[in-house]
């Protein structure tokens, strides 16, 4: 018998575009909310219900800490009740720097230093000498990153040129730079006479000269000063102290080799001598983690089982999801999307909470059909181990697995907002709303006769990289091309390989768009300062009267549109400002119009609407905008407020604008996409070939897409060292009638095709 408390209860939801929601999420199951783009999704899950969980813990904290945490926006709702403490996984990739491994993201490496400090030898020290991360561990000559700079002297030296004439091609080296009288000035060297013509004793003792003082300097030498080579001056002045500042010239002039001490391993020879079963923890690091978990099983010392019993668990869980290929010592920041997806997934179900609210945000995304297996698998475990799981998704697997299913739309913006459809796959399946109509519509397979004949390719020759090995490929000019396979199967080493044969190739990736309260769709699309002179054209006013960072900002809030109230010791809070009701102008900027709109009433109108307005360069743009399904936003929204999918859209908006490549390739454009949009996507990707001759690359896993593409190429069989390979390239029918690999079983069960 259900009671009141079996559920999480929101009663008027009405942030952003929400319309007064009212709704009652089974606690303790799996909840799936769903609807297309823009309808709602986020601002109810993550933006109220996700927002005021987080917004209450941080309330039992103390005034200091709560300044430390993130803040949250009170949501627009009128109750919520019996609300669980959450924990929010998002779509953010595993970034991390160069000293973030699978090992130390999955704290594996941290029981592999434990069990080594206990069972290894010679006995080196506890578990902290074995950490490349810290100075007792790690490889002197590398600092523990398993990798050297070496400086490229042909991209450094121009030695046609004199010292005097800039033959030293880095910043503060060149004629007038203060570090380039270390040399001139010296008495080593003739600084006229081009490096070409010096003697290869001059250029060692310039190049890799040790510390002296020179006994023969000029006038201008400073006394206390003292001579160094070249190349340990820039390692020791920049590579290690200055990379930030001058990133961009050190990158041109160095390349990354493997460190010649350490051979990548990271760790001091002392770390490297101390071993268990012939191995030490540098190659248990090599392993992959399916011989790992062997090597460990091996292992029958008593003393040891609790670390081999942990570690066993940790491992188990990233093989459950399809990640036992990897190894301790990949960089988590060359992982695809869907591996480091679900390493962040995975860590959850090492967790021994309860009753906790998890809250996921398209955890699909990056992941072929075959790799989702494993991670329903944590969602299942997830729910058994007592917690409350809601999964904002698109995916018709990710709705399958749902107990109770949300519906929002029925469109996008103040079109949506509406709960349209809860219950179970079924009633989904059969009801009126945009999402059960997709999913008992699964789109086309292009059928054989409708094929086109390609006769002109883009062609990859044994080409290879990483675990793509002598890989031959290609691609049809004028087509949609879907790359796809498992993930870590190759499918973005092969498009790095691709760009790298064409370079005037233009690439929508997943990384985020720079986001703040401040940009909008038009400051993204540097169209602004096209609104802005149209407006000082029309009035007779000066430019900067039209920004609200600039001549035009209201001055009592600055142009943020909101206040800032410090209440001392209470947390910060925030209102609209009463001066200019939130548009963030001044009443001079105010009062000037253009089509008998202000400034203000333009931001907040939408893309459509716009259209009709604006003649000149602002419209194609805004056309443009419509044919990527983005018409319904404001021009002034920001874009902190912009779903996944729609930025996705933004960005290749912002391609079409510019028109500066007939080579176009987009990764995971379907990410955030319900299947409605995503046949408005296939829609416009075919137009954008049949209109303008481009030829657009895909990588995704979204089986609706491939089905209509017109080429599809299948990387596998698995992934890892046992993927790379060119499984199929065709027609999607043919891939179809193989029934070979994970993609074509995937899209049989998809499409329904029988045997």
């Known amino acids: 018998m259900t009671s009141s408390r079996d559920y999480i209860e929101i009663v008027d939801a009405n942030t952003h575009n929400l319309q007064h929601v009212n709704l009652k999420i089974p606690k303790h199951k799996i909840s799936v909310f769903t609807g297309v783009s823009g309808s709602g999704k986020s601002s109810l899950v993550f933006s109220t219900l996700a927002a005021e969980s987080q917004r209450q813990v941080h309330k ?8 430390l945490l993130p803040k949250y926006d009170h949501p627009e709702l009128t109750r919520i009740k019996n609300l669980p403490f959450s924990i929010v996984v998002d779509q953010k990739p595993i970034t991390g720097n160069i000293r973030s491994t699978v090992g130390t993201y999955s704290e594996i490496y941290t029981g592999l230093r434990l069990l080594f400090s206990r069972l290894a030898q010679p006995f080196i020290g506890y578990s902290m000498a074995y950490s490349f991360n810290n100075l007792q561990g790690m490889c002197n000559y590398c600092q523990g990153t398993g990798r050297s700079q070496k400086i490229i002297l042909s991209q450094l ?12 091609n880095f910043p ?6 203060w570090r380039l009288s270390r040399y001139t000035e010296s008495g080593f060297f003739n600084s006229d006479l081009p490096l070409k013509d010096w003697s290869d004793e001059k250029l060692t003792l310039f190049l890799y000269g040790k510390e002296q003082r020179p006994p023969h300097p000029s006038k201008n030498w400073h006394q206390t000063a003292k001579y160094l080579g070249l190349i340990p001056r820039i390692e020791e002045s920049f590579l290690n102290n200055e990379a930030q500042k001058y990133q961009t010239e050190i990158n041109r002039i160095t390349t990354i080799e493997e460190c010649p001490y350490c051979h990548g391993t990271r760790v001091n020879q002392k770390v490297l001598s101390a071993k268990i079963n012939k191995l030490n923890i540098a190659d248990c690091g090599n392993l992959d983690l399916n011989d790992l978990k062997t090597w460990l ?16 668990v940790k491992i188990k869980t990233l093989l459950n999801v399809g990640l036992g290929y990897l190894n301790l010592n990949r960089n988590t920041n060359t992982l695809s999307g869907g591996e480091g997806q679900r390493l962040k997934l995975a860590s959850y ?4 909470l309860s009753d906790v609210l998890y809250i996921f945000d398209e955890p699909s995304t990056g992941l072929h059909s075959h790799d989702l297996r494993g991670i329903k698998r944590i969602f299942y475990k997830l729910r058994d181990q007592g917690n409350t799981v809601v999964i904002v998704d698109h995916d018709p697997e990710m709705i399958k697995i749902a107990d109770q299913i949300f519906n929002l739309g029925e469109a996008a913006g103040s079109k949506g907002g509406n709960l349209t459809y809860r219950g179970d796959l079924t009633g989904l399946l059969a009801s009126n709303t945009i999402t059960g109509k997709f999913l008992r519509n699964p789109g086309s397979l292009t059928p054989i006769t409708k094929q086109r004949l390609f006769l ?5 020759v044994n080409v290879s990289q990483h675990s793509i090995k002598n890989v031959s490929v290609r691609f049809p000019k004028k087509a949609l091309t879907v790359i796809t396979g498992v993930a870590g199967s190759g499918k973005s080493t092969l498009v790095n390989l691709f760009k790298q044969q064409f370079s005037q190739t233009v690439t929508l990736d997943q990384k985020a768009i720079h986001r703040t309260p401040r940009s909008n769709i038009l400051t993204y699309l540097d169209l602004f300062d096209g609104l802005r002179k149209t407006f000082a054209k029309a009035t007779g006013e000066n430019v900067s009267l039209f920004s609200f960072n600039g001549q035009g900002a209201c001055p009592k809030c600055k142009g943020k549109g909101i206040i800032k109230l410090d209440l001392a010791y209470m947390s910060d809070t925030y209102e609209v400002c009463e001066a200019c009701q939130g548009t963030r102008y001044s009443a001079k900027a105010l009062k000037l119009k253009y089509h008998d709109y202000n400034i203000a009433e333009i931001l907040d109108m939408s893309v459509a609407k716009a259209e009709q307005i604006f003649r000149g360069k602002l419209q194609p743009a805004l056309k443009k905008l419509g044919q990527v399904n983005l018409d319904y936003l404001k021009l ?3 874009l902190d407020t912009f779903s996944g999918g729609e930025l996705q859209r933004l960005k290749l908006a912002k391609v079409l604008i510019q028109g500066t490549s007939k080579t176009l390739i987009l990764d995971e454009p379907t990410s955030g996409l319900h ?6 996507l296939i829609d416009l990707l075919t137009s954008l070939i049949e209109n303008h001759g481009l030829t657009i690359i895909v990588i995704e896993h979204n089986l609706r897409l491939m089905g209509q593409a017109d080429w599809l190429i299948d990387l596998g069989p698995a992934a890892g060292l046992n993927g790379g390979q060119v499984q199929f390239q065709g027609y999607p029918v043919d891939l179809v009638k193989q029934n070979r690999t994970f993609t074509a079983k995937a899209m049989r069960k998809y499409f329904k095709v029988e045997d």
């Open 636 to 638: 002034g929204q920001s």
């Open 297 to 312: 099983e091996q292992i029958t010392f008593q003393k040891v089982q609790p670390i081999i019993t942990e570690l066993l």
């Open 60 to 67: 039992t904290y103390s005034t200091y800490i709560q300044q």
């Open 157 to 168: 030296l121009a030695k046609n040129k004199s010292l005097n004439q800039g033959a030293i």
């Open 456 to 460: 002109d390719f883009f062609e990859l």
């Open 675 to 680: 299947e409605a949009n995503v046949q408005s």
């Open 172 to 177: 503060t080296f060149q004629p007038g730079g």
């Open 349 to 352: 179900l090492n967790s021994s």
